[in-house]
């Protein structure tokens, strides 16, 4: 006789299976820090740097430096390192650049800068060993900078009549001088702001850009800088 209550027990009921965990949301990439680097071309008032950041992914890029011009007529993202009248063999010379990066820790450079240094009748050699140490200065902060400079814009004022010259000369040697310094971590690419720009109807005064100008240049570092933000 079996003893009272001891009949056959039910099947325990399965375990509850946990709903899945939510998966966390993706966080976008910080923006990259842009220094736009240069002369009065790039900063008084360098409108050109309006309608570039307007053709930009803004979640992508932050513009820096340690000046704004508010001009333009239109917001954007205004910090830029242009200091009108700048020679580059000055800003190499005097150490300007490494305070300018320490502040605003850029990841990519535009550099137009040469075109005070041609107007002054600065030596080849010392405009390009210049930039060689504004390079040197810049990999210091950062040994991955990324630095898209330009063959610069030409020059035909009414008073140097040897600038047009010049700059041809420049800009020829920066290709070679390119490659030189160009390394896999810290690529250097060159834009050609000079081939087929029109002094007579994309300057003011044969040197600094109009707005025909100013479309111009945003023209070119357009594909330059996109490519450098992947």
């Not at 200091?83 to 550099?111: C, E, K, Q, Y």
């Not at 009414?158 to 920066?174: F, I, K, P, T």
């Amino acid at each position: 006789m079996s003893a009272c209550g001891s009949g056959p027990h039910p099947p325990a009921p399965p375990a509850a299976t946990p709903p899945p965990s939510p998966s966390p949301a993706a966080v976008p990439p910080a923006p990259l820090r842009v220094m736009l680097l240069g002369d009065s071309i790039t900063g008084s008032p360098g409108c050109w740097r309006a309608m570039l950041w307007r053709r930009l992914p803004a979640e992508r890029v932050d513009f820096v430096g340690s000046r704004a011009t508010h001009a333009c007529g239109t917001d954007y993202d205004d910090d830029n390192e242009g200091h009108s009248g700048f020679l580059a063999t000055a800003i190499a010379n005097r150490g300007l650049l490494p305070g300018w990066v320490a502040t605003t820790r850029p990841d990519i450079v535009l550099m137009h800068l040469g075109t005070n240094d041609v107007w002054h009748n600065q030596p080849l050699p010392a405009i390009l060993d210049a930039f060689t140490m504004l390079i040197t200065q810049l990999r210091a902060a950062n040994p991955a900078i990324r630095v898209v400079a330009a063959q610069i814009l030409p020059m035909k004022p009414a008073n140097c009549e040897q600038c047009g010259q010049r700059v041809a000369d420049l800009n020829a040697a920066l290709p070679g001088w390119a490659a030189i310094l160009s390394t896999p971590e810290s690529p250097i690419t060159l834009v050609d702001q000079w081939t087929g720009f029109d002094t007579a109807t994309n300057t003011s005064d044969g040197v600094h850009p109009n707005r025909a100008g100013d479309r111009w240049i945003a023209d070119r570092w357009y594909p330059a800088l996109l490519a450098a933000l992947d």
